[in-house]
């Protein structure tokens, strides 16, 4: 997967901050995302970052990690809107 796929359910805003406060307690968040070829998928993963994408208080760039993934590596960057829910995902090169 090189591609991004499209997050159509993701976390709560609560679920990603807890997650990312409670990392040693290896709390995660659950993604489900659809890939290039139509097929859908649940990611579990630990949240490694999280920035404001916008000022809106929803928008959110996310750094995550889930080194069991079958979906092209272990590291993740996503987008998601917490509003809708709804964002892209894609791997992340493990040396950065």
Known sequence: MAE???IIEGPSREELFDALRL???CRQVTFTVVNRDGREN???TWVNGISAESGSGHCW???LCD??????GGY???F???KTRQGWLRP???SK
């Open 67 to 72: 080194p069991k993934s079958s979906l092209g």
């Open 92 to 94: 992340e090169n493990s």
């Open 42 to 44: 649940k990611l579990s």
């Open 61 to 63: 760039e996310l750094r």
């Open 23 to 25: 990392r040693d307690e």
């Open 76 to 78: 993740f960057r996503a």
């Open 80 to 82: 998601l809107d917490t």
């Open 4 to 6: 991004k796929a499209v």
